[in-house]
C-alpha cells in the first residue's frame, strides 16, 4: 500500500516538473549547424557548394600553375633528399654563465 502511494505522489511530483530532458542529438545537430554557418559565413558563400562536384570548371591557369607547382616540388625533392634528422639537433652543449663569480654572495 504505501508503494502504491509513493509511486503516485511520484508520478504527480514529474508532472508538476518543469524540466524538460536534455536531447543530446538535436543539441549536437544544432551545435554543427552552427559551426557550418559559420564556415559559410567565413567563405562568404550563402549556401555549400554541390556535392557532385558540378561547380564551375577550374581555370586553366589554375591547373597549369598547380601542375608546374606539383612539378617544381618533385624536382627539389630529386636534387635535395630529405636531411637526417640527426642533423637538425645540436652535437655540442655550451654552457654560459650568466653570474659573474663572487656575485651570488
Not at 612539378?71 to 654563465?97: G, S
Amino acid at each position: 500500500m504505501e508503494l502504491a502511494v509513493l509511486l503516485a505522489l511520484l508520478g504527480a511530483a514529474r508532472a508538476l516538473s518543469t524540466c524538460r530532458s536534455l536531447d543530446l542529438e538535436a543539441a549536437r545537430r544544432k551545435r554543427i549547424e552552427a559551426v557550418r554557418g559559420q564556415i559559410l559565413s567565413k567563405l562568404r558563400l550563402a549556401a555549400p557548394p554541390p556535392a557532385d562536384g558540378a561547380g564551375r570548371p577550374l581555370p586553366e591557369e589554375v591547373r597549369a600553375l598547380y601542375n608546374s607547382t606539383r612539378e617544381l616540388l618533385r624536382q627539389r625533392a630529386r636534387l635535395h633528399p630529405p636531411e637526417d634528422p640527426e642533423e637538425y639537433y645540436a652535437k655540442e652543449l655550451h654552457r654560459f654563465p650568466m653570474e659573474l663569480p663572487g656575485d651570488g654572495e
